[in-house]
């Protein structure tokens, strides 16, 4: 199994609408990356963004959810190919 290289990976704010990725990491302090983690965002979840200019509207899980644009900085995905 390959990891995915570094050029690949982006944040989730700026993966394009409609499009699919797979959380690869997350930033920011241990309180954030646990919360996101518990809404779903967690590394190899699958994302898709439906849209937004910030709010982000994502879902996960089954489940849309708005991120801000600083909680979607610190959501690195690698985007998926469109199937």
């Not at 779903?40 to 898709?48: I, K």
């Not at 849209?51 to 994502?58: D, L, N, Y």
């Given at each position: 199994?390959?990891?995915?290289?570094?050029?690949?990976?982006?944040?989730?704010?700026?993966?394009?609408?409609?499009?699919?990725?797979?959380?690869?990491?997350?930033?920011?302090?241990?309180?954030f990356?646990?919360?996101?983690?518990?809404?779903?965002?967690?590394?190899?979840?699958?994302?898709?963004?439906?849209?937004?200019?910030?709010?982000?509207?994502?879902?996960?899980?089954?489940?849309?959810?708005?991120?801000?644009?600083?909680?979607?900085?610190?959501?690195?995905?690698?985007?998926?190919?469109?199937?």
């Amino acid at each position: 199994m390959t990891s995915p290289s570094l050029n690949s990976l982006l944040p989730l704010c700026q993966l394009p609408a409609g499009m699919q990725g797979r959380v690869r990491e997350l930033s920011g302090d241990t309180d954030f990356c646990q919360r996101v983690r518990e809404m779903g965002f967690g590394e190899s979840a699958c994302v898709t963004k439906i849209g937004g200019r910030g709010p982000f509207i994502c879902q996960v899980n089954g489940t849309r959810i708005a991120l801000s644009h600083s909680a979607a900085m610190c959501i690195l995905v690698e985007q998926l190919s469109r199937r």
